[in-house]
């Protein structure tokens, strides 16, 4: 694998400080806002999301983490990692303002089966979805209502987002080199 590009640190704080005011402008309050990570990449870019958007919100800013495990359509062929975090919503999502958050978005299974754990614990009024990497290559209709970069790829590439212990963050995509 090599490394076809890298997004540098500045770049990806200004990636998420342009999410949170847009999102802060979508959603300014009072209801609170319900942001549920995608585990386990969504959690940390869930995490700064929530801490950077509490004081730019007239409501409060709740946040949990949603694992679709179960609900992938791509179960039988990749097994269900070892250390996954489990699903917990601090509210009710019964007709709650839920934003879900994951760190890289490309066919779009992942979303759906966040949104089918989602719905099998109540009906929110408005899910809404933010990624900080759209790589394109959508096998079903589904889009990001808040994204930070748009990196096309091949389908073959992958993307890997590194927000680390410290808050900087490292946005590599790589593509095999092998035949």
Known sequence: MRIRKSITREAAEQALAALTTTIAGAHPGPEPLLLLGIANGGLPVAARLADALAPLRSGPVLRGAIDCSFHRDD???????????????????????????????????????????????????????????????????????????????????????????????????????SA
């Open 75 to 177: 179960i039988g062929r990749s097994p269900i990692p070892k250390e996954v975090a489990s699903t917990s919503i601090p509210a009710d999502v019964e007709g709650a303002t839920v934003l879900l958050v994951d760190d890289v978005l490309c066919s779009g299974r992942t979303v759906r089966a966040a949104l089918e754990e989602v719905f099998a614990l109540g009906r929110p009024a408005r899910v809404d979805l933010a990624v900080l990497v759209d790589r394109g290559n959508r096998r079903l209709p589904i889009e990001a209502n808040f994204r930070g970069f748009h990196e096309p790829t091949a389908p073959e590439e992958s993307v890997k987002v590194d927000l680390g212990v410290d808050p900087a963050i490292v946005i590599r995509s790589t593509v095999s080199t």
